[in-house]
């Protein structure tokens, strides 16, 4: 095996002493002074938002994903049946369901299940959608709300009732009460 020596390059005296890239980091930083100076003086349009006044619901694209959500059907049911999907492909495991029976003398009691609990801890959540592809009934959503708070780490926990409070409804075929199956 050969032993390779590698030149390396002679530095001329300003670039032993940094002063070249001092000078192009000068350069940039008194580029952006100037923009951000122009652009307090009116010369050119803002590009920072004013966050508290104004928000980004009407800028935000059709393909954003935000905090997730239960809905319910037109009739006021529960869509979720417990099947437990969205809770296994959850990446952080963000998601906690507890199925419960449904009542033999129910109506819809051909459908066996309904989640007894069901919580999302959006502290956990990195909001990346997989629950609403995996649901078989479209149970779960993904609201375009980017501004979820909370004073404790226990507010930002969502319960069954927050989450359909949230959610509201969507129409459509539900196969959970479809008669046909």
């Given at each position: 095996?050969?032993?390779?020596?590698v030149?390396?390059?002679?530095?001329?005296?300003?670039?032993?002493w940094?002063?070249?890239t001092?000078?192009k980091?000068?350069?940039?930083?008194l580029?952006?002074?100037?923009?951000?100076?122009l652009?307090?003086a009116?010369?050119k349009p803002?590009?920072?938002?004013?966050?508290p006044?104004?928000?980004w619901?009407?800028?935000?694209?059709e393909?954003?994903?935000?905090?997730?959500?239960?809905v319910?059907?037109?009739?006021g049911?529960e869509?979720?049946?417990?099947?437990?999907?969205c809770?296994?492909?959850?990446?952080?495991?963000?998601?906690?369901?507890?199925?419960?029976?449904?009542?033999?003398d129910?109506?819809?009691?051909k459908?066996?299940k309904?989640?007894?609990?069901?919580?999302?801890d959006?502290?956990?959540?990195?909001?990346?959608?997989m629950?609403e592809?995996?649901?078989?009934?479209?149970?779960?959503f993904?609201?375009?709300?980017?501004?979820?708070?909370?004073?404790?780490r226990?507010?930002?926990?969502?319960?069954?009732?927050?989450?359909?409070?949230?959610g509201?409804?969507?129409?459509?075929?539900?196969?959970?009460?479809?008669?046909?199956?």
């Open positions: 095996m050969a032993t390779i020596v030149q390396r390059p002679k530095l001329a005296w300003h670039e032993r940094f002063l070249s001092l000078v980091g000068l350069k940039i930083t580029s952006h002074a100037v923009k951000t100076f652009q307090i009116g010369k803002k590009v920072t938002m004013e966050y006044e104004q928000k619901d009407e800028h935000l694209p393909y954003y994903r935000g905090a997730p959500a239960l319910t059907d037109e009739h049911r869509r979720c049946v417990s099947c437990q999907l809770e296994f492909i959850c990446p952080p495991k963000a998601i906690k369901i507890i199925p419960g029976e449904i009542p033999s129910d109506p819809w009691s459908v066996e309904r989640p007894k609990e069901f919580d999302i959006m502290i956990r959540c990195i909001y990346c959608g629950c592809e995996v649901c078989p009934e479209q149970a779960i993904l609201r375009k709300d980017y501004a979820i708070t909370g004073l404790s226990k507010e930002m926990v969502h319960h069954k009732a927050k989450l359909y409070e949230i509201g409804v969507r129409t459509g075929l539900v196969n959970k009460w479809n008669e046909l199956k």
